[in-house]
């Protein structure tokens, strides 16, 4: 079952409560991680934190607590819920204030964590391959809200989403604002072509994610030479193999994209070996 921790008390999905003049709520005021916990064990937790108190750091935001406190609460959350394989959602608004944009406002922080499950694509797609389109809309130009925060700010990727929605598509591909291709709406991107992966720089503006960490890491041990470079649409549409990797989506292969077929139209052996590859990493089997 759900968990909720608000600033040192714990909740269920019932009582967990916010205050209607939460700056996260009012003006997307915040920044937040999405980890995962696989057979009670939370992966990548460190690197998640790093993340968050950049994040925060970037945004002039202080989390009131360290991140070794932090980590001690998502460790018990995963606990209490009971789950074995977990979706925590560690959260840190600017905090209660009034009407008005100016963080000063706001007296303290609001530091939340959700432990949950979460559902992404049902399982026959990670078997047969995600279809995607790229959308109409961006990411934020890295010098309006640079791609690296992990901010509340994820409107441009829920209308990205929504594009891929009304496409019938399983997920939109979302470009930089001069067009290079960035990531998914929570997922980043690889595209193989004659064995080499290749996937965004983190010079290009987008999320760095964990799990795209992760895959550079099981493809150096496989030994499938990894190319961080920036692509285009062109690339994606003439790849051999393309995946996106997120906590959430963990490997996605994609099948179709913007309705070119990738590839054979099925996983292919890289990505079907680096699907394996994180299951064993993740699940320990
Ligand atoms: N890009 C965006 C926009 C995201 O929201 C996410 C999910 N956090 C990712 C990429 C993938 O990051 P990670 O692997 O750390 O979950």
Redesign the pocket.
């Given at each position: 079952m759900a968990v909720i921790w608000i600033n040192g008390a714990w909740y269920d999905r019932n009582s967990a409560k916010v205050s209607v003049f939460d700056h996260g709520l009012l003006y997307g005021d915040g920044v937040f991680?999405?980890i995962r916990a696989y057979q009670g064990r939370v992966f990548r937790l460190e690197q998640?934190l790093e993340?968050l108190y950049d994040s925060a750091r970037a945004i002039a935001l202080t989390i009131p607590v360290v991140a070794a406190e932090l980590a001690a609460v998502i460790e018990e959350g995963v606990r209490r819920s009971g789950l074995k394989d977990a979706y925590i959602r560690p959260l840190v608004t600017r905090g209660d204030g009034d009407m008005g944009v100016d963080p000063r406002k706001c007296s303290s922080p609001n530091l939340l964590v959700i432990v949950d499950s979460l559902k992404m694509w049902p399982a026959d797609r990670y078997e047969q391959g995600i279809a995607v389109v790229t959308a109409g809309t961006p990411?934020p130009h890295r010098e309006a809200l640079s791609?690296r925060v992990?901010s509340l700010n994820?409107l441009p990727?829920v209308m990205a989403k929504q594009e891929a929605n009304v496409a019938g598509a399983d997920e939109a591909i979302m470009l930089d604002s001069s067009g290079h291709v960035a990531?998914?709406?929570?997922?980043?991107i690889f595209v193989v072509k004659k064995g080499v992966l290749k996937t965004p720089p983190s010079y290009a503006g987008?999320?760095?994610?964990?799990?795209?960490g992760v895959v550079l890491e099981l493809a150096a041990q496989a030994g499938h030479p990894a190319r961080e470079e920036m692509i285009n649409r062109y690339d994606l549409y003439t790849a051999d193999e393309a995946l996106l990797?997120?906590?959430?989506a963990e490997i996605a292969p994609i099948r179709l994209a913007d309705g070119r077929v990738v590839g054979t139209g099925k996983p292919g052996p890289i990505t079907r070996d680096l699907m394996a590859r994180f299951r064993a990493l993740t699940r320990g089997d």
């Amino acid at each position: 079952m759900a968990v909720i921790w608000i600033n040192g008390a714990w909740y269920d999905r019932n009582s967990a409560k916010v205050s209607v003049f939460d700056h996260g709520l009012l003006y997307g005021d915040g920044v937040f991680e999405g980890i995962r916990a696989y057979q009670g064990r939370v992966f990548r937790l460190e690197q998640h934190l790093e993340r968050l108190y950049d994040s925060a750091r970037a945004i002039a935001l202080t989390i009131p607590v360290v991140a070794a406190e932090l980590a001690a609460v998502i460790e018990e959350g995963v606990r209490r819920s009971g789950l074995k394989d977990a979706y925590i959602r560690p959260l840190v608004t600017r905090g209660d204030g009034d009407m008005g944009v100016d963080p000063r406002k706001c007296s303290s922080p609001n530091l939340l964590v959700i432990v949950d499950s979460l559902k992404m694509w049902p399982a026959d797609r990670y078997e047969q391959g995600i279809a995607v389109v790229t959308a109409g809309t961006p990411i934020p130009h890295r010098e309006a809200l640079s791609p690296r925060v992990k901010s509340l700010n994820y409107l441009p990727h829920v209308m990205a989403k929504q594009e891929a929605n009304v496409a019938g598509a399983d997920e939109a591909i979302m470009l930089d604002s001069s067009g290079h291709v960035a990531e998914g709406t929570g997922q980043n991107i690889f595209v193989v072509k004659k064995g080499v992966l290749k996937t965004p720089p983190s010079y290009a503006g987008i999320l760095l994610g964990i799990t795209r960490g992760v895959v550079l890491e099981l493809a150096a041990q496989a030994g499938h030479p990894a190319r961080e470079e920036m692509i285009n649409r062109y690339d994606l549409y003439t790849a051999d193999e393309a995946l996106l990797c997120g906590t959430g989506a963990e490997i996605a292969p994609i099948r179709l994209a913007d309705g070119r077929v990738v590839g054979t139209g099925k996983p292919g052996p890289i990505t079907r070996d680096l699907m394996a590859r994180f299951r064993a990493l993740t699940r320990g089997d």
